[in-house]
């Protein structure tokens, strides 16, 4: 496979509502972001992927598009929006737009025409069906609680919508949506961005019939995941997406398909370059290792060797054909260092970087979430008023209205909740962690006053900075980037051990994910030299006098 840019690339993630507040109305905005251009510059990142930004009635915070080729007030403006392009391609960074195509809002004047009757030119470009007994079509569930359907009284009809009521879903199936996508996405290109992050792109193809999933006792409606994941003619939409909007043009682009539920098998032809789909996925399978497979927020544990299990497994799989996107957390899921190292605080500051060093140190395109670069932890969430997630709180009162256990629900959330990502970013100790001057949508972290990006961004001991150095590394390494990748120790639950190998250069990288120092004597790899550590005073030179590994000691070590 001929290596491409985005190969050696790592993006980093904004999530605008809760980055920063230029104007103090208590909610990110574009302007914001453009304040803050230096600091993904300092930090090395090549591409930013901008969550949505575009005109929305915000009923999941941007993900229920009402109009695809404006900027909603909130953020700013298309001027703003072309500011930020050009001051991240001053600083040789890209943009990735965040591209919400399996559904639209239901104030998208789309859906408004095709609500509007049944024969309506637009009403087959939803999905419309006739009730089923009086009842929904099928038994599918919403992800945000309750059924997948809403019934709309003035034409007689149920429409689809996989999660809010307010996100229907497009029919893939008519080719003049799909014109209008392209078209849609094509305008942006030309705009000057570099790319999509496409938001679960592998639902848009669903199972001929919309039959019903298989039941759930004790369950009205159920995830049927398998009835829409991966459809019978996903991989042709895809295809033909890139050759009506990427084929004929000039330049470097990024493309990278969100994809819950996706097989290793599938990925595997989502990304391959012959078939020119997408350059890479987002797959699910680590971050659903510690949740119930119904229930996201009834968590199970984390299986450590599961988790390492998975991440080498895809590794491997995608060793010969297909590319991996590399990420430990993003705007849908628990912070990671809360979640996958140990947000203790003797253990915080070392875990942060550990588990940095695992995902940095595979073979892949690594994704920062912000704030993930200074171990921004889970939010102290107590009671369901702090929540504003669509989906917690649905779930909530779901729970609730069925008299179920409302504490174990609100422990869950607090867990498992999507707020947690989305507290705003921690630039300061001043009081609203400098994000904004007003009061913020959402409750700031109260361990902003110490940690904070000021307090990092100059202290060579920071996570900051062990973030930088991950990047910096992957430059002058090309093999950490590209080289191929082998698993050592598979059995350990503890221990993570791989190797790179590439232009010439043998790395090993070994993380010990808990608090119990580990020894670890791989003679063979005796006399090489360190490259980044993550303790203090580790040797310069692994041998004898160097094979006790302390707690959430992380070490990337180069043979000649
Ligand atoms: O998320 C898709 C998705 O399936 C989950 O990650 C989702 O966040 C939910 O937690 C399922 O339990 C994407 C977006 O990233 C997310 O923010 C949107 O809410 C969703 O699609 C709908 O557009």
Redesign the pocket.
């Known amino acids: 496979m001929t290596d491409t840019w985005w190969q050696s690339a790592v993006v980093y993630q904004v999530y605008p509502r809760s980055f920063a507040d230029s104007d103090g109305d208590g909610i990110g905005d574009l302007r914001g972001v453009i304040d803050r251009l230096d600091h993904l510059a300092l930090l090395g990142v090549d591409v930013l992927w901008l969550s949505p930004v575009y005109r929305s009635p915000m009923a ?1 915070n941007g ?1 229920d598009i009402s109009d695809y080729q404006d900027i909603d007030p909130l953020f700013g403006t298309l001027a703003d929006l072309d500011d930020l392009v050009a001051g991240l391609h001053d600083r040789g960074i890209k943009l990735v737009m965040d591209l ?1 195509v399996n ?1 639209t809002s239901d104030e998208h004047a789309w859906f408004v025409e095709s609500r509007s009757s049944r024969d309506n030119p637009k009403r087959d470009w939803y999905l419309w069906r006739d009730p089923r007994d009086g009842r929904a079509p099928n038994n599918w569930g919403s ?1 945000f609680s309750g059924p997948a359907w809403t019934f709309d009284e003035p034409t007689g009809q149920y429409y689809l919508h996989l ?1 809010d009521r307010k ?1 229907p879903d497009l029919n893939w199936e008519n080719p003049e949506v799909r014109a209008a996508v392209h078209a849609m996405m094509n305008w942006w290109l030309d705009r000057g961005v570099d790319g999509f992050r496409m ?2 792109i592998n639902f848009i193809s669903k199972a001929e019939g919309l039959p019903d999933a298989p039941p759930v006792p004790g369950r009205d409606v159920v995830s049927a995941f398998d009835l829409y994941a991966d459809g019978p003619r996903v991989h042709e939409f895809l295809a033909e997406m890139h050759r009506e909007v990427f084929a004929g043009r000039d330049g470097q682009f990024l493309t990278v398909g ?1 994809m ?1 539920g996706v097989t290793l098998e599938q990925a595997r032809l989502y990304t391959d370059p012959d078939r020119a789909e997408v350059d890479m996925v987002f797959q699910f399978e680590h971050v659903m290792l510690d949740q119930d497979r119904h229930d ?1 927020f009834q968590p199970v544990g984390l299986d450590q060797l599961a988790l390492k299990r998975s991440l080498f497994r895809w590794q491997e799989g995608l060793a010969d054909v297909g590319w991996n996107s590399l990420y430990w957390n993003n ?2 899921q628990p912070r990671a260092v809360s979640r996958f190292g140990d947000d203790h605080p003797d253990w915080w500051l070392a875990s942060a970087k550990a588990i940095a060093t695992v995902l940095h140190g595979l073979r892949g395109t690594p994704y920062v979430y912000q704030g993930e670069e200074l171990g921004m932890t889970n939010f102290p969430f107590a009671s369901p008023e702090q929540h504003r997630d669509v ?1 917690a709180v649905n779930y909530h009162a779901t729970v609730v209205a069925a008299g179920g256990d409302a504490t174990a629900a609100l422990a869950g959330m607090a867990v498992m909740g ?1 707020d947690n990502a989305r507290t705003p970013m921690q630039w300061d100790a001043s009081q609203q962690a400098g994000f904004t001057t007003g009061l913020p949508w959402i409750e700031v972290n109260p361990n902003h006053g110490w940690l904070n990006a000021a307090a990092q961004v100059e202290d060579p001991a920071s996570v900051f900075a062990h973030y930088r150095a991950l990047i910096r590394l992957r430059r002058e390494r090309p093999a950490l980037a590209t080289g191929g990748f082998a698993a050592l120790l598979e059995d350990d639950p503890v221990l993570w051990a791989y190797t790179r190998t590439g232009d010439g250069e043998r790395l090993l990288v070994v993380v010990n994910a808990g608090r119990e120092p580990r020894d670890l004597r791989l003679e063979e790899w005796y006399g090489a030299e360190l490259l980044l550590g993550n303790l203090p005073g580790t040797p310069a030179t692994y041998d004898g006098s160097a094979t006790t590994w302390a707690g959430w000691d992380a070490r990337i070590y180069a043979l000649r």
Do not use: N, S
């Open positions: 999941d993900y919400v559904h992800a999660f996100q938001d679960v969100e819950p996201k705007h849908d989906e999507r």
